[in-house]
């Protein structure tokens, strides 16, 4: 049997990106069909951080105080050597000014993913699970242009015999899978959208012939999901280094933490594999690290690996579809997800909004260099931290040990908390604004092309989700009639406490609460004509 379903977005996976496209699609009233090939959602824990950035996603949709109640914080970083600490330093002190989630938030994947199936359910939508992707094919639009827009997307889905599929339009009029036929269907799916969010391994990409450029790591890791740990402080991150050897930790609330290792390849057993109980026992002699028992234990190899493209006509990828590295950091899933939103957000100015298509081209334009310097920045920092040159070891083993407790008192004003701060968090992510009004003299200065700065009272605005314009000790007639002007919300602030928002500058926030436009205050002229353009999708 065969059934087809229409669609405006079809979305293939339903790990976290997917799922946060999918929400963000709900919410922003663009019809979307969600599939995945699993019966349901991860129930591993896996990626284990959320940072500020996703935080402020999560408030934006209305489910952070869901997060907060079931969360694990960090709130202080830990390095050390060996089985000692050389220091702590207060994540909260660093972020305080900067966002309402200061605080590293530990909150496994499958809370994400479960968190996000709820969300979606109570927005009247759901995941059709156990529709797996056959084939994708794109068939151009009228206009020829491979590059840009296209007809539609058709893909064959197909389903187990107890798995079952409604007809009609798809979740945007219902959505709800019907009562299964007593043999597996085929599911056709036409949408004029596809977003590839099915994993490092994905049949969205494959199937498009984009290339998945990058290398596997010599290393293999182990992640072990510990009861009962001790020997090092559970509250926070802990990253301890010896001469050969690496371990992370993570507390992951009540008795469990989170451990991560390096098990070079001449260390592996004689079956090549690395056990738990070789894991444990390097944990042991090189930390002083101990646990009773895991609820789950599993190795991998590390890849750094970019997809050449993140669009290819009317199909996009997110998260680890698009890019996959190494999990120091904590930005995987984050970046994930965050790619997730931008896009969604786009969809909906072209769909809802009427801007032209060309609005999408700016997914790939400030996705991809986002996933770049991720992957290259992870890249360098694992093989610094990983080396197996003697210079390498003679460091992590002799001068950290020596130098490390001074050089973690001197180097946070070298380099300067708040800036470290902000990369982790991705707070400090900027894309480049074409024929923007007011460009930044120096690429540090203005907002421009940055997520709106938090000034204590602002964020609460952005939850509708619509182009704003925000003033900030300009006075509140001047805002409401540029915003009556370019046809958006205004939102009128007192002055910014923080002096990142000018109080002689109107500014044009996006849905996914990016700066797009300065305007000068009383807000006329050239300035506001860029303005009025940003808003048609330039």
Request: glycine share 12%; proline share 5%; aromatic share 6%.
């Amino acid at each position: 049997m065969s059934r087809e379903v229409r669609t405006d977005v079809l979305i293939v996976g339903a790990g976290p990106s997917g799922l946060m496209a999918a929400v963000c699609l709900a919410r922003l009233g663009v019809d979307a069909v969600v599939v995945d090939g699993k019966s349901g959602p991860t129930r591993e824990s896996r990626a284990l951080v959320v940072q500020a950035r996703t935080m402020e996603l999560y408030e934006q949709l209305g489910l952070v105080d869901r997060v907060l109640e079931r969360r694990s914080p960090a709130t202080t970083f830990i390095p050390g050597a060996g089985h000692r600490e050389l220091g702590r330093l207060d994540l909260g002190l660093a972020g305080r000014d900067v966002t309402p989630f200061p605080e590293i938030t530990v909150f496994e994947q499958s809370a994400n993913e479960r968190l996000l199936v709820d969300a979606l359910g109570e927005l009247g939508r759901e995941v059709r699970w156990e529709h797996r992707l056959d084939r994708l094919e794109v068939e151009q639009g009228g206009s020829g242009d491979v590059g840009r827009a296209a007809a539609s997307v058709i893909a064959t889905l197909s389903t187990p015999s107890h798995a079952g599929d409604g007809a009609g339009r798809g979740a945007g009029s219902g959505g709800a899978s019907g009562t299964g036929a007593g043999t597996g269907e085929t599911v056709v799916v036409r949408a004029r959208y596809c977003i590839g969010a099915d994993g490092a391994h994905s049949a969205v990409r494959r199937a498009l012939g984009i290339p998945f450029e990058g290398e596997t790591n010599a290393f293999t890791f182990t992640l072990a999901d510990a009861v009962g740990a001790r020997g090092f402080e559970p509250q926070a991150i802990n990253v301890r280094v010896s001469e050969r050897h690496l371990m992370l930790g993570f507390g992951m609330g009540g008795d469990r933490a989170r451990l991560i290792g390096v098990v070079r390849d001449e260390d592996l057993g004689a079956d090549g594999e690395a056990s738990e109980d070789e894991s444990r026992a390097v944990f042991r002699r090189e930390f002083g690290v101990e646990y009773d028992e895991s609820d789950w234990f599993t190795t991998y190899r590390l890849h750094h690996r970019l997809a050449a493209r993140f669009r290819e006509g009317p199909c996009f990828l997110v998260g680890d579809a698009a890019h996959i590295h190494s999990p120091v950091g904590g930005q995987g899933m984050n970046t994930g997800l965050q790619d997730a939103h931008n896009l969604a957000c786009a969809f909906a100015d072209v769909l809802v909004g009427r801007m032209p298509e060309s609005r999408l081209d700016r997914f790939e334009a400030e996705r991809r260099p986002v996933g770049k310097t991720l992957v290259e920045t992870t890249d360098r920092l694992f093989g610094l931290v990983t080396s197996d040159s003697p210079l390498a070891r003679r460091v992590r083993s002799r001068v950290i040990p020596a130098v490390g407790p001074a050089a973690l008192r001197v180097l946070p004003r070298l380099v300067g908390l708040p800036r470290a701060f902000g990369f982790v968090s991705q707070t400090r992510i900027r894309y480049r604004m074409p024929e923007v009004a007011v460009q930044p003299k120096r690429p540090d200065d203005g907002v421009l092309g940055v997520r709106l700065p938090w000034s204590g009272a602002n964020f609460e605005a952005l939850q509708t989700m619509r182009w704003q314009v925000h003033g900030y000790g300009v006075p509140e007639r001047a805002v409401g009639r540029v915003a009556d002007e370019l046809g958006v919300e205004g939102h009128a602030f007192g002055v910014d406490p923080h002096a990142r928002l000018r109080h002689d500058r109107l500014y044009l926030v996006r849905r996914d609460g990016f700066v797009v436009a300065e305007v000068p205050s009383p807000g006329t002229g050239t300035a506001l004509a860029a303005a009025r353009a940003r808003l048609a999708g330039r």
